[in-house]
């Protein structure tokens, strides 16, 4: 049964599952809805983008340790971004990102996922607008959900969001539920927080 986590709870993915090597990391939201006039122009769509941001020593080393949409697969085949969801539709995950666990190379003691609104300033879009926001961590042998943090502050005006991190302790690798939203303009300003 999946452990439900509450912001800043920590939880051991690996201590009692023996031999979890590869996990999923599943991101969701959903717009809200909002009503329109008749003659009121469609909404934009809000384009969430879910990264993550492989550590050293909790830094970020270099462009290459950040997975996105523009790059999809670390170097190291460790961390692998299954796509970029334009719309955040649908029910499940919006975006997931894959981690071999013993694929991470030794130096690299943190893993952080967050997620931006794409343009976000020019579109006048913050994550106010979104709900059911949450960051879950899947077992890939089974599918079997090992924990879910589900985000549910207000977050008006903020425009991205470290949802969580995946980190090495003690040989164990666990999982901390962040939930902190920033008003950062896009990817790489959020990316500058862990240089």
Same mark, same amino acid.
């Given at each position: 049964?999946?452990?439900?986590?509450?912001?800043?709870?920590? %939880?051991? $993915?690996? #201590?009692?599952? !023996?031999?979890?090597? /590869? =996990? +999923?990391?599943?991101?969701?939201?959903?717009?809200? *809805?909002?009503?329109?006039?008749?003659?009121?122009?469609?909404?934009?769509?809000?384009?969430?983008?879910?990264?993550?941001?492989?550590?050293?020593?909790?830094?970020?080393?270099?462009?290459?340790?950040?997975?996105?949409?523009?790059?999809?697969?670390?170097?190291?085949?460790?961390?692998?971004?299954?796509?970029?969801?334009?719309?955040?539709?649908?029910?499940?995950?919006?975006?997931?990102?894959? %981690?071999? $666990?013993? #694929?991470?190379? !030794?130096?690299?003691? /943190? =893993? +952080?996922?967050?997620?931006?609104?794409?343009?976000? *300033?020019?579109?006048?879009?913050?994550?106010?607008?979104?709900?059911?926001?949450?960051?879950?961590?899947?077992?890939?042998?089974?599918?079997?959900?090992?924990?879910?943090?589900?985000?549910?502050?207000?977050?008006?005006?903020?425009?991205?969001?470290?949802?969580?991190?995946?980190?090495?302790?003690?040989?164990?690798?666990?999982?901390?539920?962040?939930?902190?939203?920033?008003?950062?303009?896009?990817?790489?300003?959020?990316?500058?927080?862990?240089?």
């Amino acid at each position: 049964m999946a452990v439900s986590l509450q912001k800043g709870q920590k %939880v051991s $993915l690996t #201590k009692d599952n !023996a031999g979890l090597n /590869k =996990i +999923i990391v599943g991101l969701g939201w959903n717009e809200v *809805k909002k009503s329109r006039g008749f003659f009121a122009p469609k909404p934009q769509d809000i384009d969430c983008d879910a990264s993550a941001v492989l550590c050293i020593g909790g830094k970020v080393q270099n462009g290459a340790d950040v997975i996105f949409f523009n790059n999809l697969t670390h170097g190291s085949g460790a961390v692998k971004h299954m796509g970029d969801n334009l719309t955040g539709a649908g029910e499940g995950d919006d975006e997931q990102i894959m %981690v071999e $666990l013993g #694929k991470v190379p !030794a130096q690299y003691d /943190k =893993i +952080i996922f967050v997620v931006n609104i794409y343009h976000a *300033k020019e579109r006048h879009q913050h994550f106010g607008m979104i709900q059911n926001c949450f960051i879950r961590i899947v077992d890939a042998r089974n599918n079997n959900e090992l924990c879910r943090y589900n985000l549910s502050e207000n977050y008006d005006n903020m425009t991205a969001m470290i949802f969580g991190e995946v980190y090495r302790h003690n040989g164990e690798w666990k999982f901390n539920a962040i939930g902190q939203a920033t008003a950062d303009d896009g990817l790489p300003q959020l990316v500058a927080r862990f240089q």
